[in-house]
């Protein structure tokens, strides 16, 4: 996994018709932020429902993916890794409480091909916790490629790959 | 010649007597002063004493750095290092600090380079460290540059002492440090091989990680076995490692190093009476997807975890498929870095590569039981820096019992009794 391989190594817009840019952003953009909506929300047993029966989760380190090293802070292959993690999180995992929130921007179509869509989106994730002040977990972006069928869109691949190396404490919740 | 910089002995400057009567230890074993952990004097003279005192300091895998002129970023302590693989193939290891202005030159995480030139005036080193060219020695038109007397050789980076050990790179301030093998003794030599046997690795990656908290408290977390079952849910409820185990916790003869080795049946402890205990087990709870906790036999150990801190600054573990080393960078005393490199073998398959991918969820600053360590380093730390005065205790088990329970503070005495020797406390 580099990123050579997730997005073509020259970007330029998509060749596809400006309206069907329109719908296909503004759906990303809306799935982006029910996505945000419930892991903000801490509803995390829902969130192995936005993807793919075979989805794909990979949470890297940017400076790992340009070495061309696998290691993922969080790695999901299948619904069944991904309910794992989420009942980790909900039943074994001890943390802090805290409160966050996503801020998911820069969003644009890369390509569709079949009905599969390739998008990339920026993310800033501020979190708060008790008594502190509140602080940014992390500053990334998403590399995403959804099954889109009509008008809904799950993920069969998310890779968020994130800028801020030095992970303060502990990524509890996934990007 | 190659580079002849030494590094400064700053072990043999005496603390500050003064200073130093201002903190009395308690004299009962079981107790530890929550200075340890808050006062910048004690971190200053940890730096000085500990980690540029005589001992060998984790500093990377020979992996990371595996052709000629292949660097990384690291750390003596607190203390900016680079290490790097020198035109022989010998790894080599000096202070990130140009000799002229000071600058700490490397910014990188890693990369390959010819020779190492500092931004500020261009100060050229070679891969062993040593100055190689100054801009403008003679100046210009005859005026100006560097005196005639000017020494190249007495102002390269300054040299660290570097070993190696089956893959892992150890850096000292001292040039006259027994060997590794010497300084583990025996019994964690063993054990060091199990996490790292000698064939060549293959590096997976690595996490960078700041911690809320004093680095000894990581030294503390690995070495209280007593946590191990309570805090960490996920490694009782799916069986990775539950009290009734069969588990050993091994000290070398000083103390300072210490090793917890345990076999994890098969199958999930449902019957164990110890769970009955641990207010957090889930029995009802199945995984998912299971394969992810399978055992692959890769090797003869009986042991199917075993996790080793090698004092003062390194965590090695093993754990079913997952082998990582973490090396702790202080931050002053209240804060520290982890650098967790996770790895296999070269000789992997691809299908092995993933399992050992896969099961890494478990450690990490997101990982399933790493997320529980990390935050509960942080209570401790908040509780020693906001609360009111009062030692922390580590009563369990005794200094003379068999090793073969976890329910002990053992290791952790063993480790403050070195400690307050290593620092004259």
């Known amino acids: ?175 | 010649m190659g580079n002849m910089t030494q590094f400064p002995d700053r072990s043999k400057v005496a603390p500050d007597a003064e200073r130093l009567k201002d903190y009395t230890w308690p004299e009962d074993p079981h107790h530890v002063p929550e200075w340890i952990y808050t006062d910048e004097y004690i971190a200053e003279l940890e730096q000085q004493r500990i980690f540029q005192g005589r001992t060998w300091n984790y500093a990377g895998l020979e992996v990371e750095v595996p052709e000629v002129g292949s660097f990384i970023r690291s750390y003596l302590g607190s203390m900016p290092i680079i290490v790097v693989r020198d035109e022989e193939g010998v790894i080599r290891a000096f202070e990130n600090r140009c000799a002229h202005r000071g600058a700490e030159f490397c910014r990188s995480y890693r990369g390959k380079a010819e020779s190492f030139t500092c931004p500020y005036h261009q100060w050229n080193y070679g891969l062993d460290g040593s100055l190689q060219s100054v801009p403008f020695r003679r100046g210009v038109k005859g005026k100006g540059g560097m005196p005639k007397d000017f020494d190249m050789g007495a102002n390269s980076l300054r040299r660290l002492n570097v070993t190696t050990r089956n893959g892992a790179i150890f850096v000292s301030a001292h040039d006259d440090m027994e060997p590794f093998e010497d300084y583990l003794g025996p019994q964690m030599l063993e054990q060091f091989d199990t996490a790292m046997d000698g064939r060549p690795l293959r590096l997976l990656g690595v996490h960078r990680n700041i911690l809320e908290g004093n680095w000894k408290l990581y030294q503390e977390n690995l070495k209280d076995t007593y946590h191990a079952t309570l805090l960490h849910t996920y490694l009782t409820t799916f069986g990775l490692f539950v009290a009734s185990n069969e588990t050993f916790v091994i000290t070398d003869e000083a103390g300072r190093h210490s090793a917890t080795c345990n076999r994890r049946p098969e199958g999930r402890p449902e019957n164990d009476e110890t769970t009955a205990e641990i207010g957090s087990f889930h029995s009802a709870m199945q995984l998912e997807d299971p394969s992810v906790l399978n055992i692959v036999k890769e090797s003869d150990s009986p042991w199917t975890s075993n996790a080793l801190t090698i004092w003062p600054n390194m965590i090695l573990i093993r754990q079913t498929n997952i082998f990582s080393a973490r090396q702790i960078v202080p931050m002053g005393p209240d804060k520290f870095m982890l650098i967790w490199a996770s790895y296999g073998y070269a000789d992997d398959d691809e299908a092995m590569q993933e399992h050992r991918l896969k099961q890494n969820n478990i450690f990490g600053p997101g990982g399933f039981i790493g997320i529980d360590d990390n935050e509960v380093i942080k209570f401790v730390s908040d509780g020693a820096l906001r609360g009111s005065e009062r030692d922390g205790v580590i009563p369990l088990g005794k200094d003379d019992e068999p090793d073969d329970t976890v329910i002990t503070d053992r290791a952790l005495r063993g480790m403050y009794a070195w400690y307050r020797k290593e620092m004259g406390l």
């Open chain 1, 1 to 175: 996994m580099n990123i050579a391989e997730m997005e073509p190594p020259v970007s330029v817009i998509s060749t596809l018709p400006v309206d069907e840019r329109l719908r296909l952003t503004f759906l990303v953009e809306e799935f982006n932020s029910l996505y945000a909506e419930v892991l903000d929300a801490g509803r995390i047993a829902d969130w192995p429902d936005f993807f793919t029966e075979d989805g794909v989760y990979r949470l890297l380190a940017r400076d790992n993916a340009e070495a061309g090293l696998p290691l993922s802070l969080m790695y999901c292959n299948g619904r069944g890794m991904l309910k794992d993690r989420a009942y980790a999180i909900e039943n074994t995992e001890m943390f802090g409480p805290r409160y966050s929130k996503h801020q998911v921007t820069n969003t644009r179509i890369l390509g569709l091909e079949g009905n599969i869509l390739s998008a990339r989106s920026n993310y800033v994730i501020f979190e708060t916790h008790v008594d502190e002040p509140t602080r940014i977990l992390q500053v990334g972006s998403y590399h995403d490629r959804f099954a889109l069928d009509g008008e809904t869109l799950l993920l069969k691949e998310r890779c968020a790959l994130y800028d801020t190396v030095c992970v303060p404490v502990s990524v509890v919740f996934p990007p």
